[in-house]
């Protein structure tokens, strides 16, 4: 395993999902190609299955379960202790996805979350944007 192992908070997530072309299209063409590989627990999956039966995505039971069809069995799973140390988070959501980067040693959380890019001088773990991800794998 060579790619980069990554979270990927539900906003990043849904728009490499959903969109064709875009600007998160890389994401997804990532992890499809072994260039990253997702790390999901079961709080971030849950929230995921949650979100993408929001009506206004206007998506099937079928589709839905294509979309997790595609991007699940690139997932690691991680089982994340529920005593695990973060740092405070603003929004409580926010810390399932740092919970989940710690206890896994990520590489990077790759987020657009601004309450969890305040978050970036207090995490073990990198917390980046896209762009800032992505920038830093061409570097490599």
Aim: charge should be negative; include cysteine; aromatic fraction near 6%.
């Amino acid at each position: 395993m060579t790619g980069s192992r990554v979270v990927l908070d539900t906003n990043v997530l849904l728009s490499a999902l959903l969109f064709q072309t875009g600007t998160l299209t890389w994401i997804r063409n990532a992890w499809q190609s072994d260039v990253i590989h997702p790390l999901a627990s079961r709080a971030t999956v849950e929230e995921l299955i949650r979100v993408l039966g929001y009506p206004k995505f206007r998506l099937t039971r079928a589709d839905q379960q294509e979309l997790l069809d595609d991007y699940l069995p690139q997932c690691q799973t991680v089982d994340v202790p529920g005593d695990i140390a973060t740092p405070p988070c603003r929004d409580p959501a926010d810390r399932a996805f740092l919970a989940l980067a710690l206890a896994a040693h990520a590489d990077a959380l790759v987020t657009g979350d601004h309450d969890l890019l305040a978050m970036t001088e207090v995490s073990a773990v990198p917390v980046l944007t896209p762009a800032a991800f992505c920038k830093s794998r061409a570097e490599l």
